[in-house]
């Protein structure tokens, strides 16, 4: 990755940090403001997109805050935000929401670079987050006590993960709880016995860039992002921002451009994947 690239990673950090509090207003009332709010996958591609979008509309404000897809679903239904973030499809009990995908993502199991493990079965991530399994000399190279790392409540990525392996959450037996992505990458590549498992273009953009932490592939397919947009990897998902009722005025032109081919760039910089661009805005609703 170039200099240009780990510097805009860093100026999207810093806007996903340092952001303005939701004011109980809606934006689109106010005329030239939007706030979104929800899944910490999501927001740092929106924060980019909400850049641009400022760039190109002198006097537009897009704030984007965190706080979780669960998060995002209530802010959009309750009109806390103008726009929620959903890092998955929205669910059959969703339906008063429509979706509007802004690329492709997957979940991916990662473990610190120096740990020798290469690759692990579906019943032994299982045995492992459920206790059984606590030492990785159970599993292949390598030894120690196996640090599990799970995502706190209300994470799309909880729910994925949970899904996938069937596990229920009761049955987690966790060492570590952490919120967004970034802060499962810091533990893993602060632990080698630490496991864990977020975003994929997380965990590529930080393993290209020097973060000691490794993706393993899972179901025998490698954590790639052509596997992701092929649909070949088991855990791929939508990445989504969502409203409740027609997009109107500011909030319509925003979600236009976010699923344009002018933000293209910014999804790949950040190693998602771009979909396809067949009409102006696309939406899904269950």
Known sequence: MSNKVLSRRSVILSATISLLAVSGRRGIAAGNRLTLTGSSTVAPLAAEIG?????????????????????GVRDA????????????????????????????????????????VQALTTQQIVDIYT??????SAVGPGKGTIVVEHKAEGRSTLELFLDHFKIRAQDVRADAVVGDNQEAIKVIAGNPMAIGYVSIGAALFEAENGTPVKPLPLDGIEPTLDAVVSRRFPIARELNLV?????????????????????????????????????AIKSSQR
């Open 51 to 71: 850049k641009r979008f400022e760039e190109l509309h002198h006097g537009i404000r897009i704030d984007v805050q965190t706080g979780g897809s669960s998060r």
């Open 77 to 116: 239904r309750t009109g806390l935000a103008d726009i929620g973030m959903v890092s998955r499809s929205l669910y059959d009990n969703e339906g008063d929401l429509k979706a509007y995908t802004i690329a492709l993502d997957g979940v991916a199991m990662v473990l610190h670079k120096s740990n020798p």
């Open 131 to 136: 206790g059984k399994i606590r030492d990785w």
């Open 243 to 279: 409203m409740k009722g027609e997009p109107q005025g500011l909030a319509k032109e925003f979600l236009a451009f976010a699923q344009s081919e002018a933000v293209d760039d910014l999804v790949k910089d950040l190693s998602y994947v771009p979909i396809e661009h067949k009409t």
